[in-house]
């Protein structure tokens, strides 16, 4: 052992190597307070405020020479400086003429202050009046790597782009209150599904024949509204509109009421915020202006807070793709369809995404929103307590600005403590109004929580979850879309809450009384599957009242007529059940019982008496506590039967008219006390209704698992063996069929199974109501069981035999391992003895005792578990704890850095694996590709060195990440020699992989503006952008591919990446010029192609364009290049212009090419005539052609012949092909068939085969 250890020794030069070590660089939001006794910037005066923005730039400076000192920690990835660090190359920090300088940072956040009692605005860059001393130049800077973010509280945030490291001392910085890292937001993405409206249009519009079944002066009553408006006849599904003006206890026999009731003002005069993806209103119907704004009011992408122009007004995206969320949200608040109120003005401040901007975002409506007018929506969030957002949110809160925010997806508990790690943002600041989900149907019970929202106590109000909402990707004005999230249900609460607001003009609402009104006007109780001490409140907009279509008629009496449901009162008024009649029903309060339902407390006494005697089996009261265990397991009571009694067709009924109010219970539970029926309501209801649907299936599961364990006890006839003929194997695996045999639940199966398996509560409940058949369940396998009981006692014995000899057998086990746990002394112990002990417990031996016992050691497993105390291996525990302290917990400084050292010697120094560089020749390649085929290196892939195995432990970030790297040299180095040996399969393998994102490829010019904005939204999507930034798992190959085969990888260096990035970040306004040309009816033009081979494979196109008329001439020459060179002359007497452009896809073929191509087009019939041919799936109008052969002259020896008439040998069959096709005669070979020897052995494609075929 210490040889091998004397073999890796190397001299501990702890300065000769440099590591990069990456390190996550982020922005931060940091929090500067410059006096305790500071008011909120914006209350401070002028001059304070100037005071303010002094000392902020003065923090800003030193925050930016903190960035400065540390540059070198700024490294990405792939061990480079960040990018985003140039900036510091373009600032001149250095002293001028004997004088400093000072960077002067641009503040754009509007200027608020206290003038003549009224607010004033101005832009803080505007009104920098710092007392600037002679001797400091200040230079005026917009810095993308610090910059101001907005006033909270008594303090003001920036953001600063920092290491980890410039994080750690900014943090301390004097004047620094916080630092918090930022991140991306989440939007609550849910479900969306896009659709075309075939019947658009039938929404909003007034049904044909008037049917009055809703009156409209009750409705007024009701609600207090000045007037009344109905969405009629909404046919878009789901509908999630009707839900917020009625209750959901409806006969669900009779057809559902699908209007939508709203006041008038509908949220007139209103403004409602949405910070959120963008908006795209492209004139959809949805996006009506006529009496009110809706409009894009700024982009906040990266540290830019950009008022919108015109044109952006009505089309905006933070992120600069179709947003969809953005859309969802605004629509179903104040979509003139599918919107609450239809009237509120609806602004977006589009975000890119991050939670630093999202504070910009709330800032800016601080700035320019109306208080007390104003609503922001927050349908996002994302984890983590931050300080400034809870003290910005109750900045704008106590301003008076109402915010309601989504409680989020992920059936989680919102409103956890901020110290918690699952800490909700925004819902646990406990300070907006926070919404839930519930699935959006009426079942006439109420409604089920969406399995996806979150719950808590600090949930203010639940809403639909499933929303429909106008689609605008397209031209079409009603095409729409249907989403799921809680972030669909908060657009719905804001909605509601500016239709309160636009009704009561009088009042100046604030956030809590928001809060408290939404509650007020909530419908409670009426929501099942809410836990943890959540609210049960679902919202509401003031109507309650339930109309049914087919109830025309709502009057009654001499000259009406009849109610068709329900109690026709003194007033001949009909109410029907649903709606609460109560005592109008009575005749002594002059209820007309000829025309409809009346009673008398008497008779609806006695009735409901006899109604609770005659469903008396249905008094069932399936507690449902906490722990749904504690009923599974009582015995006593059989849940299954109760559960089935629950749900005959006679008890449902009976229920529902509780529900319904159909009982006559219902008129006498005011006057006379009925147990069950005074504390049976929706909620009771619904738990046992989901409880019974689930109890068998569950109960099923687990008692089958309980069977399962027990099937473990049906040993066969493993013990009919010579237990002196057992190999370890065979042996181990007694050893574990002896420790089944012997457990408790074992023993009692042998002497009784079925009562055994009723002796469980699933499986004893199951069989009591019939569900399972516990007798015939081992019958398929009755001899076997029986088999086993016979020979109960004989087996019994065997297994105190098979255990006789254990801690015998253990010792001899451990013996082999001795070396590793003796010696084990800590006294007097040198650095090299510690790292000596170290490299020995990381040792492939030793760690396999100490970390794979089962397979290393398994008797001695066995034994422990069996006799609990044997020395020898109490030892080995020991001594693994040993080293665990020695050389990973408590491990010296000094020991660490050494064992760090030799590591990266080692890795720097191995030449197993190489960076592949296609520069490189195949003469290189191929002795690389030796080095990596030989054993030593072969080996190494499997056996880490040791040094780097311990230093694996250590759990630190650089050494780690290096040792990543270069296993992954190793893998890669794998994977670049099989392939060089298999360049068909390569290319292949590559095409495949590009194929995968051709929607993120684009090798031509958009055919028109439509087309380009399509592009766009694909070029920037994110899935798109980090396809570009890191290519794809098949850019190695394709790299290898690119020897054999020219292959053009769309990425940040292509030349049609940058035209797309040009064009797509730019201003949405996009002329495209396309690809024509403009000539007079007379004009020729004739156009020939003429294409050659140079002997470097590169392909030269001209074209010459020849124009005669019988006037002045003009001569324009254009020269594009991309893979080819064209060159285009031109005559006309007409202006002319002409984009030349190459059509390509991802293949390029450098092939041999004996073709002319001709095209003669004439303008004036717009024909085109070519005499070239399309030979392949790529887009090219060159017929390819290929006198290139292949010739074996030696099994390692492969020519390439072209035209050209250059030859290749490669050393390892480095093989370079254009279109001949490789055969054998024997087996396949190449790594999509596996790899084989001579022998025909297979290997697998990264395992070694010494001998290729």
Same mark, same amino acid.
């Given at each position: 052992?210490?040889?091998?250890?004397?073999?890796?020794?190397?001299?501990?030069?702890?300065?000769?190597?440099?590591?990069?070590?990456?390190?996550?660089?982020?922005?931060?939001?940091?929090?500067?307070?410059?006096?305790?006794?500071?008011?909120?910037?914006?209350?401070?005066?002028?001059?304070?405020?100037?005071?303010?923005?002094?000392?902020? %730039?003065?923090?800003?400076?030193?925050?930016?020479?903190?960035?400065?000192?540390?540059?070198?920690?700024?490294?990405?990835?792939? /061990?480079?400086?960040?990018?985003?660090?140039?900036?510091?190359?373009?600032?001149?920090?250095?002293?001028?003429?004997?004088?400093?300088?000072? #960077? #002067?940072?641009?503040?754009?956040?509007?200027?608020?202050?206290?003038?003549?009692?009224? $607010?004033?605005?101005?832009?803080?860059?505007?009104?920098?009046?710092?007392?600037?001393?002679?001797?400091?130049?200040?230079?005026?800077?917009?810095?993308?790597?610090?910059?101001?973010?907005?006033?909270?509280?008594? =303090?003001?945030?920036?953001?600063?782009?920092?290491?980890?490291?410039?994080?750690?001392?900014?943090?301390?910085?004097?004047?620094?209150?916080?630092?918090?890292?930022?991140?991306?937001?989440?939007?609550?993405?849910?479900?969306?599904?896009?659709?075309?409206?075939?019947?658009?249009?039938?929404?909003?519009?007034?049904?044909?024949?008037?049917?009055?079944?809703?009156?409209?002066?009750?409705?007024?009553?009701?609600?207090?509204?000045?007037?009344?408006?109905?969405?009629?006849?909404?046919?878009?599904?789901?509908?999630?509109?009707?839900?917020?003006?009625?209750?959901?206890?409806?006969?669900?026999?009779?057809?559902?009421?699908?209007?939508?009731?709203?006041?008038?003002?509908?949220?007139?005069?209103?403004?409602?915020?949405?910070?959120?993806?963008?908006?795209?209103?492209?004139?959809?119907?949805?996006?009506?202006?006529?009496?009110?704004?809706?409009?894009?009011?700024?982009?906040?992408?990266?540290?830019?807070?950009?008022? !919108?122009?015109?044109?952006?007004?009505?089309?905006?995206?933070?992120?600069?793709?179709?947003?969809?969320?953005?859309?969802?949200?605004?629509?179903?608040? &104040?979509?003139?369809?599918?919107?609450?109120?239809?009237?509120?003005?609806?602004?977006?401040?589009?975000?890119?995404?991050?939670?630093?901007?999202?504070?910009?975002?709330?800032?800016?409506?601080? @700035?320019?929103?109306?208080?007390?007018?104003?609503?922001?929506?927050?349908?996002?969030?994302?984890?983590?307590?931050?300080?400034?957002?809870?003290?910005?949110?109750?900045?704008?809160?106590?301003?008076?600005?109402?915010?309601?925010?989504?409680?989020?997806?992920?059936?989680?508990?919102?409103?956890?403590?901020?110290?918690?790690?699952?800490?909700?943002?925004?819902?646990?600041?406990?300070?907006?109004?926070?919404?839930?989900?519930?699935?959006?149907?009426?079942?006439?019970?109420?409604?089920?929580?969406?399995?996806?929202?979150?719950?808590?106590?600090?949930?203010?109000?639940?809403?639909?979850?499933?929303?429909?909402?106008?689609?605008?990707?397209?031209?079409?004005?009603?095409?729409?879309?249907?989403?799921?999230?809680?972030?669909?249900?908060?657009?719905?609460?804001?909605?509601?809450?500016? !239709?309160?607001?636009?009704?009561?003009?009088?009042?100046?609402?604030?956030?809590?009384?928001?809060?408290?009104?939404?509650?007020?006007?909530?419908?409670?109780?009426?929501?099942? /599957?809410?836990?943890?001490?959540?609210?049960?409140?679902?919202?509401?907009?003031?109507?309650?009242?339930?109309?049914?279509?087919?109830?025309?008629?709502?009057?009654?009496?001499?000259?009406?007529?009849?109610?068709?449901?329900?109690?026709?009162?003194?007033? &001949? *008024?009909?109410?029907?059940?649903?709606?609460?009649?109560?005592?109008?029903?009575?005749?002594?309060?002059?209820?007309?019982?000829?025309?409809?339902?009346?009673?008398?407390?008497? *008779?609806?006494?006695?009735?409901?008496?006899?109604?609770?005697?005659?469903?008396?089996?249905?008094?069932?009261?399936?507690?449902?506590?906490?722990?749904?265990?504690?009923?599974?397991?009582?015995?006593?009571?059989?849940?299954?039967?109760?559960?089935?009694?629950? @749900?005959?067709?006679?008890?449902?009924?009976?229920?529902?008219?509780?529900?319904?109010?159909?009982?006559?219970? +219902?008129?006498?539970?005011?006057?006379?006390?009925?147990?069950?029926?005074?504390?049976?309501?929706?909620?009771?209801?619904?738990?046992?209704?989901?409880?019974?649907?689930?109890?068998?299936?569950?109960?099923?599961?687990?008692?089958?698992?309980?069977?399962?364990?027990?099937?473990?006890?049906?040993?066969? $006839?493993?013990? %009919?063996?010579?237990?002196?003929?057992?190999?370890?194997?065979?042996?181990?695996?007694?050893?574990?069929?002896?420790?089944?045999?012997?457990?408790?639940?074992?023993?009692?199966?042998?002497?009784?199974?079925?009562?055994?398996?009723?002796?469980?509560?699933?499986?004893?409940?199951?069989?009591?109501?019939?569900?399972?058949?516990?007798?015939?369940?081992?019958?398929?396998?009755?001899?076997?069981?029986?088999?086993?009981?016979?020979?109960?006692?004989?087996?019994?014995?065997?297994?105190? #035999?098979?255990?006789?000899?254990?801690? @015998?057998?253990?010792?001899?086990?451990?013996?082999?391992?001795?070396?590793?746990?003796?010696?084990?002394?800590?006294?007097?112990?040198?650095?090299? %003895?510690?790292?000596?002990?170290?490299? #020995?417990?990381?040792?492939?031996?030793?760690?396999?005792?100490?970390?794979?016992?089962?397979?290393?050691?398994?008797?001695?497993?066995?034994?422990?578990?069996? =006799?609990?105390?044997?020395?020898?291996?109490?030892?080995?525990?020991?001594?693994?704890?040993?080293?665990?302290?020695?050389?990973?917990?408590?491990?010296?400084?000094?020991?660490?850095?050494?064992?760090?050292?030799?590591?990266? $010697?080692?890795?720097?120094?191995?030449?197993?694996?190489?960076?592949?560089?296609?520069?490189?020749?195949?003469? *290189?390649?191929?002795?690389?590709?030796?080095?990596?085929?030989?054993?030593?290196?072969?080996?190494?892939?499997?056996?880490?060195?040791?040094?780097?195995?311990?230093?694996?432990?250590?759990?630190?970030?650089?050494?780690?990440?290096?040792?990543?790297?270069?296993?992954?040299?190793?893998?890669?180095?794998?994977?670049?020699?099989?392939?060089?040996?298999?360049?068909?399969?390569?290319?292949?393998?590559?095409?495949?992989?590009?194929?995968?994102?051709?929607?993120?490829?684009?090798?031509?010019?958009?055919?028109?503006?439509?087309?380009?904005? =399509?592009?766009?939204?694909?070029?920037?999507?994110?899935?798109?952008?980090?396809? +570009?930034?890191?290519?794809?798992?098949?850019?190695?190959?394709?790299?290898?591919?690119?020897?054999?085969?020219?292959?053009?990888?769309?990425?940040?260096?292509?030349?049609?990446?940058?035209?797309?990035?040009?064009?797509?970040?730019?201003?949405?306004?996009?002329?495209?010029?396309?690809?024509?040309?403009?000539?007079?009816?007379?004009?020729?033009?004739?156009?020939?192609?003429?294409?050659?081979?140079?002997?470097?494979?590169?392909?030269?196109?001209?074209?010459?364009?020849?124009?005669?008329?019988?006037?002045?001439?003009?001569?324009?020459?254009?020269?594009?290049?991309?893979?080819?060179?064209? !060159?285009?002359?031109?005559?006309?007497?007409?202006?002319?212009?002409?984009?030349?452009?190459?059509?390509?896809?991802?293949?390029?073929?450098?092939?041999?090419?004996?073709?002319?191509?001709?095209?003669?087009?004439?303008?004036?019939?717009?024909?085109?005539?070519?005499?070239?041919?399309?030979?392949?799936?790529?887009?090219?109008?060159?017929?390819?052609?290929?006198?290139?052969?292949?010739?074996?002259?030696?099994?390692?020896?492969?020519?390439?012949?072209?035209?050209?008439?250059?030859?290749?040998?490669?050393?390892?069959?480095?093989?370079?092909?254009?279109?001949?096709?490789?055969?054998?005669?024997?087996?396949?070979?190449?790594?999509?068939?596996?790899?084989?020897?001579?022998?025909?052995?297979?290997?697998?494609?990264?395992?070694?085969?010494?001998?290729? +075929?």
């Amino acid at each position: 052992m210490n040889n091998f250890i004397l073999l890796y020794t190397v001299i501990i030069l702890l300065n000769c190597f440099i590591f990069s070590a990456y390190t996550e660089n982020a922005d931060y939001i940091i929090a500067i307070l410059r006096n305790d006794s500071d008011k909120n910037y914006d209350d401070e005066n002028p001059d304070i405020q100037n005071e303010i923005d002094e000392f902020l %730039d003065d923090k800003m400076n030193e925050i930016y020479n903190v960035i400065i000192s540390k540059k070198d920690t700024y490294i990405t990835k792939d /061990g480079k400086q960040d990018e985003k660090l140039n900036e510091l190359n373009s600032i001149p920090l250095e002293k001028r003429s004997g004088e400093s300088s000072k #960077l #002067l940072f641009i503040n754009k956040r509007k200027k608020i202050y206290t003038n003549n009692n009224k $607010n004033s605005f101005k832009l803080s860059s505007d009104t920098h009046n710092f007392s600037k001393s002679s001797k400091i130049e200040y230079i005026p800077i917009e810095s993308d790597l610090v910059n101001h973010i907005c006033p909270v509280s008594n =303090y003001y945030t920036v953001s600063a782009y920092l290491s980890k490291e410039a994080a750690k001392i900014v943090s301390e910085m004097e004047n620094v209150i916080h630092c918090e890292k930022s991140g991306d937001i989440n939007f609550y993405p849910g479900k969306t599904k896009i659709l075309n409206n075939n019947n658009s249009k039938k929404i909003n519009k007034k049904r044909t024949e008037k049917l009055y079944y809703y009156d409209m002066d009750k409705i007024k009553n009701e609600t207090k509204w000045f007037d009344v408006s109905v969405q009629d006849n909404i046919d878009f599904t789901p509908n999630h509109l009707s839900l917020i003006s009625q209750s959901p206890l409806i006969d669900t026999n009779k057809i559902i009421d699908s209007n939508y009731y709203y006041p008038s003002s509908a949220g007139k005069g209103i403004d409602i915020y949405f910070i959120d993806q963008g908006l795209y209103t492209n004139q959809h119907r949805d996006f009506n202006t006529e009496e009110r704004i809706i409009t894009c009011d700024a982009i906040i992408r990266g540290h830019n807070v950009h008022h !919108t122009t015109d044109e952006e007004k009505n089309n905006c995206s933070g992120s600069g793709v179709y947003p969809d969320h953005g859309v969802m949200v605004s629509s179903v608040s &104040g979509g003139t369809i599918y919107g609450v109120a239809k009237k509120a003005n609806l602004h977006m401040i589009a975000i890119d995404g991050k939670i630093i901007n999202v504070l910009r975002g709330i800032d800016y409506v601080l @700035q320019y929103g109306k208080p007390h007018k104003t609503i922001i929506n927050l349908s996002l969030g994302h984890k983590g307590y931050s300080k400034i957002e809870n003290d910005k949110i109750t900045d704008l809160i106590n301003k008076g600005y109402i915010i309601i925010v989504s409680s989020g997806n992920e059936e989680d508990n919102c409103c956890v403590d901020k110290s918690d790690e699952n800490f909700h943002s925004f819902a646990g600041y406990r300070k907006a109004i926070t919404v839930g989900a519930v699935n959006t149907e009426l079942n006439g019970k109420g409604y089920v929580k969406a399995s996806y929202s979150d719950y808590g106590d600090c949930i203010d109000i639940y809403a639909p979850g499933d929303v429909t909402f106008a689609n605008t990707r397209d031209s079409s004005d009603d095409d729409f879309s249907i989403e799921t999230g809680t972030s669909c249900a908060t657009p719905l609460v804001a909605g509601v809450a500016a !239709t309160i607001m636009s009704e009561h003009t009088e009042i100046e609402f604030d956030n809590e009384l928001m809060r408290k009104t939404l509650i007020e006007m909530s419908i409670k109780d009426v929501i099942y /599957g809410l836990k943890d001490n959540t609210p049960n409140r679902f919202i509401n907009n003031g109507k309650y009242h339930i109309y049914y279509p087919e109830d025309t008629n709502n009057r009654c009496g001499q000259s009406e007529g009849s109610c068709s449901d329900g109690c026709c009162t003194i007033d &001949g *008024e009909c109410i029907t059940f649903q709606n609460n009649p109560g005592d109008k029903c009575f005749i002594e309060n002059g209820c007309q019982n000829e025309f409809g339902y009346c009673t008398t407390l008497e *008779e609806s006494i006695k009735e409901c008496e006899k109604e609770l005697k005659e469903n008396e089996e249905c008094f069932i009261d399936i507690s449902l506590n906490s722990n749904n265990n504690n009923i599974i397991n009582n015995k006593s009571i059989n849940i299954i039967n109760q559960c089935k009694i629950f @749900q005959t067709d006679k008890c449902q009924e009976f229920y529902k008219n509780q529900f319904s109010n159909r009982s006559s219970c +219902y008129f006498v539970k005011n006057y006379k006390k009925f147990e069950y029926i005074n504390n049976l309501d929706t909620l009771k209801y619904n738990e046992n209704y989901y409880y019974c649907n689930n109890i068998v299936e569950k109960m099923k599961e687990d008692c089958n698992e309980y069977i399962d364990d027990i099937e473990r006890c049906l040993v066969g $006839n493993e013990f %009919d063996r010579d237990f002196d003929e057992l190999d370890e194997y065979d042996r181990s695996y007694l050893y574990e069929v002896c420790e089944i045999f012997e457990t408790d639940n074992c023993m009692k199966f042998y002497k009784n199974a079925n009562e055994m398996l009723r002796s469980h509560p699933s499986c004893f409940q199951l069989y009591e109501a019939g569900e399972y058949n516990i007798d015939a369940y081992f019958l398929y396998d009755k001899r076997r069981v029986n088999l086993v009981v016979d020979n109960f006692e004989e087996n019994y014995n065997k297994c105190q #035999l098979l255990n006789s000899d254990l801690v @015998q057998r253990c010792n001899s086990e451990l013996e082999e391992y001795k070396e590793c746990f003796t010696n084990i002394s800590k006294e007097n112990l040198t650095n090299e %003895d510690i790292k000596e002990k170290c490299y #020995l417990y990381t040792s492939e031996e030793c760690n396999s005792i100490f970390n794979d016992m089962d397979f290393s050691i398994p008797t001695c497993v066995h034994a422990q578990r069996y =006799y609990n105390n044997i020395t020898l291996f109490n030892e080995m525990l020991e001594a693994k704890n040993y080293y665990i302290d020695i050389c990973e917990t408590n491990i010296k400084k000094e020991v660490k850095e050494e064992v760090i050292t030799e590591c990266m $010697n080692y890795m720097e120094k191995d030449k197993c694996g190489f960076d592949y560089k296609p520069e490189m020749s195949d003469d *290189e390649l191929s002795q690389k590709c030796e080095i990596h085929y030989s054993d030593e290196c072969y080996y190494s892939q499997y056996d880490l060195y040791i040094p780097c195995e311990l230093a694996k432990k250590f759990n630190e970030e650089e050494i780690q990440s290096a040792i990543e790297n270069h296993i992954k040299k190793y893998r890669d180095t794998d994977e670049i020699c099989n392939y060089l040996d298999y360049p068909e399969w390569a290319i292949k393998t590559c095409e495949k992989g590009i194929n995968t994102k051709m929607d993120c490829i684009f090798n031509d010019e958009p055919v028109d503006n439509n087309d380009l904005i =399509y592009r766009c939204i694909s070029f920037l999507d994110n899935k798109c952008q980090n396809f +570009y930034e890191n290519q794809w798992d098949n850019a190695l190959i394709c790299k290898v591919a690119e020897r054999f085969e020219n292959i053009e990888i769309f990425n940040k260096s292509n030349k049609w990446y940058k035209y797309y990035d040009e064009a797509c970040n730019k201003e949405p306004t996009i002329t495209i010029i396309t690809p024509t040309t403009t000539t007079s009816t007379t004009t020729t033009t004739t156009t020939t192609t003429t294409t050659t081979t140079t002997p470097t494979t590169s392909t030269t196109t001209t074209t010459t364009t020849t124009t005669t008329t019988p006037t002045t001439t003009t001569t324009t020459t254009t020269t594009t290049t991309t893979t080819t060179t064209t !060159t285009t002359t031109n005559k006309s007497t007409t202006t002319k212009k002409t984009i030349a452009s190459k059509k390509t896809y991802t293949f390029k073929k450098s092939i041999t090419t004996k073709k002319t191509s001709k095209r003669t087009t004439t303008k004036k019939s717009n024909k085109k005539t070519s005499t070239s041919k399309k030979t392949h799936t790529i887009k090219n109008s060159i017929k390819k052609t290929s006198t290139s052969k292949k010739s074996h002259t030696t099994k390692k020896s492969i020519k390439k012949i072209t035209t050209s008439k250059k030859s290749h040998t490669t050393k390892k069959s480095i093989k370079k092909t254009t279109t001949s096709k490789k055969s054998h005669t024997t087996n396949k070979y190449g790594p999509e068939f596996g790899l084989y020897t001579k022998s025909g052995d297979y290997c697998s494609k990264y395992d070694y085969c010494k001998e290729k +075929y």
